[in-house]
């Protein structure tokens, strides 16, 4: 993450306090100059926020323009009025910008069950649509809820034809245990891609970095993830290689801001990484890795920095791991063997003061296969329960 996160060529967006919260800005806006091709992934929580329903409808489109961002009210659970509300901030942006209502995406975070403050919204958006620049940062403070820190990235690749640049943004603090994308997240991009093209890239990437983390194994209502193509670049992608780079930007990108989610989980003070090897299938494998990250009691020892290898083994056990695997299996806390006890290669002052460091790692080997998968966590503080304890009082 910069504090100078310049966007694609033809994008610019923008963030300001409208009111609805205090201080931090709680109203952003992204625009393109060009209509762009559009793909979106979305919350698996069948309690859909209305912003989220919307989209789904407009998805995937070819003339997507811009999308507008409130924080602070995330507009679910809402009913037909929250529905009704979604459409007047839709018709209003687009209004401020000379568009049509179907050009215009919609995200929403905040506490759930409230009404959107229109009141306070809509009268900022000429205001917001006034100030925007070719840098993220402004958007991505707007975005926030929980979160301590804005999470960008930007990335100018070289495809046959020429160079393209990908800026990701996201947010995520808390409620983090997605099943399609983080919180909200937008990667913008100057390539030409097709609908189909832009699906697929968004969706793959997502499921090996978005869908690999968890700060409190609970599922939003808003959560939701874009990919805009606005085609200004003019560059294509035009064979195999030029695909392959694209995709494994975007996934190396994507995995960027989901560590950087877990790193800013509610409270956490570390940085989990469960890596899984050598598994029977790869669903093994994903299952494994994210049921350690979202132990409770593991989440507690990690936090306490204490090598209790117990509490990963009393996951495999839940998971179905059959006695004869994990008789088989071994586990590494920071490179140091720790299971089987009777073959640990280390010396518990280095183990322990290993596990003060900011970033854990868990290796676990099932030697049961040739699949593998890594998740992403964060260990469990105080501080998480009084965040929570405290969340919409």
């Given at each position: 993450m910069t504090n100078h996160t310049p966007l694609p060529k033809g994008f610019t967006a923008g963030g300001i306090n409208c009111g609805?919260?205090?201080?931090?800005?709680?109203?952003?806006?992204?625009?393109?100059?060009?209509?762009?091709?559009?793909?979106?992934?979305?919350?698996?929580?069948?309690?859909?926020?209305?912003?989220?329903?919307y989209c789904q409808q407009l998805l995937p489109s070819h003339d997507i323009r811009a999308l507008i961002t409130n924080s602070g009210q995330a507009n679910a659970a809402t009913g037909k009025e929250g529905g009704e509300d979604n459409l007047t901030l839709v018709n209003a942006t687009a209004a401020a910008l000379n568009l049509e209502a179907n050009q215009v995406l919609i995200a929403s975070t905040g506490i759930i069950g409230y009404r959107m403050a229109l009141d306070k919204i809509i009268p900022a958006?000429?205001?917001?649509?006034?100030?925007?620049?070719?840098?993220?940062?402004?958007?991505?403070?707007?975005?926030?809820?929980?979160?301590?820190?804005?999470?960008?990235?930007s990335k100018t690749i070289k495809l046959s034809s020429g160079e393209i640049t990908i800026t990701g943004i996201c947010k995520g603090s808390g409620m983090i245990h997605p099943n399609m994308a983080t919180m909200l997240g937008y990667f913008l991009t100057d390539a030409v891609l097709d609908a189909k093209q832009a699906q697929k890239f968004l969706k793959e990437a997502t499921d090996v970095s978005f869908n690999m983390i968890s700060v409190d194994n609970q599922m939003s209502t808003n959560d939701s993830s874009f990919l805009l193509a606005n085609g200004s670049s003019k560059?294509?992608?035009?064979?195999?290689?030029?695909e392959k780079l694209f995709a494994e930007t975007l996934t190396e990108m994507s995995k960027f801001l989901a560590k950087a989610i877990a790193r800013d989980g509610e409270?956490?003070?570390?940085?989990l990484e469960v890596q899984v090897h050598n598994a029977a299938d790869q669903a093994t494998a994903r299952r494994l890795a994210r049921a350690v990250t979202t132990s409770d009691l593991f989440k507690c020892a990690v936090y306490g920095s204490a090598a209790y290898w117990g509490r990963v083994l009393a996951v495999f056990g839940q998971q179905d791991i059959s006695l004869d695997?994990?008789?088989?299996?071994?586990?590494?806390?920071?490179?140091?063997l720790v299971y089987p006890p009777l073959k640990s290669n280390h010396a518990k002052a280095d183990l322990d003061?290993?596990?003060?460091?900011?970033?854990?790692?868990?290796k676990i080997n099932l030697n049961d296969g040739k699949e593998n998968a890594t998740a992403w966590g964060c260990d469990m503080s105080e501080q998480y329960v009084k965040i929570n304890a405290d969340y919409g009082t």
């Open positions: 609805v919260r205090r201080t931090r800005p709680d109203l952003g806006l992204i625009v393109s100059d060009y209509p762009c091709v559009a793909a979106g992934v979305f919350t698996l929580n069948t309690c859909t926020a209305a912003p989220v329903r958006i000429s205001s917001l649509a006034q100030q925007l620049t070719n840098m993220a940062e402004k958007f991505a403070l707007a975005i926030l809820t929980t979160d301590l820190v804005p999470k960008t990235i560059h294509a992608l035009k064979n195999a290689n030029d409270g956490a003070t570390k940085l695997v994990i008789d088989k299996s071994t586990i590494h806390f920071q490179d140091y003061a290993s596990m003060k460091q900011e970033n854990i790692v868990v």
